[in-house]
């Protein structure tokens, strides 16, 4: 599932900012679960039965939640501990589940972006740039960037490092990276089923066509600095 910052009226939260190559970036899993109140539990109960109701094939399971972190001139250290995928969708409180967000360029610079399906759990029907979703069990931000390109678009990236952690208003923590496809490796970007659109947005962001919006802009710019 997709994760990207949909409210361009609330910023969010810098939490550390790299860049980080993908050896800087260090893991740490707790092994105990998060607990949420009966309250929240009813409330990611509810969501689920919402995206089914939509038609959607989500399923719940167990995700990432951030504990902790420390970043310094040697990197990143992010210390996870496994929580239920379903709380991520709770409107005001999402636990401080965990998703990866891999912002994808072209070797000469274009940015791909691609329409979300009517039926996906976020973003639905609007436009997102590359790809992401939660961190699964186990696995390393880092490692999330790189699944989630091939996943949702079919392709590798030549290079790829780690931008920022960031924490929206709703508390969704996102891990931010950017990825550059090989020269003519744009051509074989094909879209799974959580998208019904793709484009190849310019290089240059002012010039980016109106469907993309201020939010991913902005985005883009500040990736860009």
């Not at 636990?95 to 009517?118: E, F, H, I, K, P």
């Not at 891990?175 to 550059?180: C, L, R, S, Y």
């Not at 094909?190 to 469907?211: L, M, Q, S, Y």
Request: glycine fraction near 8%; hydrophobic fraction near 40%.
């Amino acid at each position: 599932m997709s994760e990207q910052p949909e409210n361009s009226n609330h910023a969010p939260e810098i939490l550390a900012r790299g860049p980080w190559e993908l050896e800087q970036i260090h893991t740490h899993w707790h092994e105990d679960c998060f607990q949420p109140s009966p309250a929240k539990t009813r409330e990611a109960d509810a969501a689920i039965k919402g995206l089914q109701e939509r038609g959607s094939p989500s399923h719940d399971g167990v995700a990432a939640r951030l504990v902790d972190y420390r970043s310094d001139e040697e990197g990143i250290a992010i210390e996870l501990q496994p929580l239920r995928w379903a709380l991520r969708l709770v409107a005001e409180d999402a636990s401080q589940s965990m998703a990866a967000l891999c912002v994808t360029r072209s070797a000469d610079g274009r940015w791909l972006a691609g329409r979300r399906a009517q039926w996906v759990s976020s973003w639905a029907g609007r436009w997102a740039l590359g790809a992401g979703g939660a961190v699964d069990l186990g696995e390393s931000p880092a490692d999330t960037l790189v699944r989630e390109l091939r996943e949702e678009w079919a392709v590798s990236p030549e290079r790829v490092r780690g931008e920022a952690l960031l924490r929206l208003p709703h508390k969704l923590v996102m891990f931010v990276g950017q990825a550059w496809l090989a020269e003519g490796v744009e051509e074989a970007v094909t879209p799974d089923h959580e998208h019904d659109a793709f484009a190849w947005w310019p290089r240059e962001i002012d010039e980016w066509p109106p469907e993309a919006g201020e939010a991913l802009a902005r985005m883009a710019h500040w990736l860009s600095q």
